[in-house]
């Protein structure tokens, strides 16, 4: 393996989906080999247990930072011990803070290199948070821990052909609290990373982006509200004088019909429902969730924990891996990428 990406996938929330989500990379990576070394970080008994549910027999290797040479086909499991036993479906607090640990010390091994890029599997941010965490989400816990800036949140899906990218310039907020998080400095910085990413991570010399306002209408010249007016225009504004392609604020009910998206390489929405449920609606089960602005790369599933599956090994075993595999594909495309350049 050596001379390929290493990718970290973390296991998630141990109550849910992610455990069979994992087994079933496992199976597709024997058939369909991903060109990268796999090491998957969590509990080796659960995963093993519960691949074992849904009928699988994987080939979990001990991880082993100083081999280049793992069994064709086998993923190596990075193993991190859970407190308390798990009962598929019921998130348990008990072991909230194994999850955040295992967390804190992949982030911590992805910023000093030894993994190419991490993959992350979903959490459930209420047990985090019912544990006494403050946790709102992946993207915000690896910019603390990163020390980033400004990181911002990218999905990725649509057909190849037209890929669909969306930014968001807020994530996990509040609807309530969205307009007072909407600052002249944060958009002005969204783009910014945006447009640098864009250029660096996915091979774009000149990204073309367009930006959607936050009220109805764009705020019809503001009478719905003087947002883009105010804040989201001058951003834009000093973007373009940079020599950047970035343009709007477009109304947000247009921006996204596909005859005009198409036209831009992103998106950028103000927040979380204002552009993901576009982007779900076109690639539910496909789409990639990627994390601009850490130190290394990061992408993820489009999709929750799946609790109401996990509880079930009929429906566990029937899971869709897509969304999984999708996020290793571009997690390597990217790795790659960078490697090479």
């Given amino acids: ?15 849910g989906i992610g455990p069979e989500l994992i087994a079933l990379l496992e ?62 479906g019921e998130p348990d607090p008990a072991n909230a803070h194994s999850v955040h640990a295992l967390l804190q010390r992949t982030a911590d091994a992805c910023a000093t290199g030894a993994f190419s890029a991490l993959v992350t599997a979903p959490v459930q941010k209420s047990v985090l948070m019912d544990a006494g965490i403050p946790f709102s989400g992946h993207t915000e816990f690896f910019a603390q821990r990163t020390r980033s800036p400004h990181v911002v949140m990218l999905l990725v899906g649509g057909a190849a052909e037209a890929p669909l990218r969306v930014a968001l310039v807020t994530t996990h907020l509040a609807l309530k609290d969205v307009p007072a998080a909407l600052t002249r400095e944060a958009v002005e910085a969204t783009l910014a990373v945006v447009v640098a990413e864009l250029r660096t991570k996915f091979a774009l010399a000149s990204p073309r982006i367009a ?6 209408h764009a705020g019809e010249g503001g009478h719905l509200g003087r947002e883009e007016i105010d804040v989201i225009a001058p951003a834009i504004a000093a973007i373009r004088d940079a020599g950047h392609d970035v343009t709007g604020p477009f ?20 927040y979380h429902d204002q552009g993901l449920p576009v982007l779900k609606a076109a690639s539910f089960g496909r789409g990639v ?53």
């Fill in 27 to 88: 199976r597709h990576h024997r058939e369909h080999p991903f060109a990268a070394r796999l090491v998957v970080v969590g509990d080796r008994d659960l995963l093993t247990a519960r691949a074992a549910r849904i009928g699988l027999t994987p080939r979990y290797e001990d991880y082993d930072a100083a081999s280049y040479a793992p069994s064709a086909g086998s993923i190596e499991v990075w193993h991190q011990p859970l407190t308390a036993p798990v009962t598929p």
């Fill in 251 to 270: 109304p947000a009910d247009t921006i996204f019909v596909p005859e005009f998206a198409r036209r831009f390489d992103a998106i950028v929405a103000m």
């Fill in 211 to 216: 930006v959607c306002g936050l009220n109805p």
């Fill in 1 to 15: 393996m050596r001379g390929l990406p290493t990718i970290a996938v973390s296991a998630g929330e141990p109550a």
């Fill in 289 to 341: 969730n990627v994390t601009l602005g850490l130190p290394f790369i990061r992408t993820s599933v489009d999709h929750g924990t799946a609790l109401d599956l996990a509880v079930d090994a009929a429906k566990a075993r029937a899971a869709d891996p897509g969304s999984l595999i999708a996020a290793v594909d571009l997690a390597i495309e990217l790795a790659t990428r960078a490697e090479t350049h």
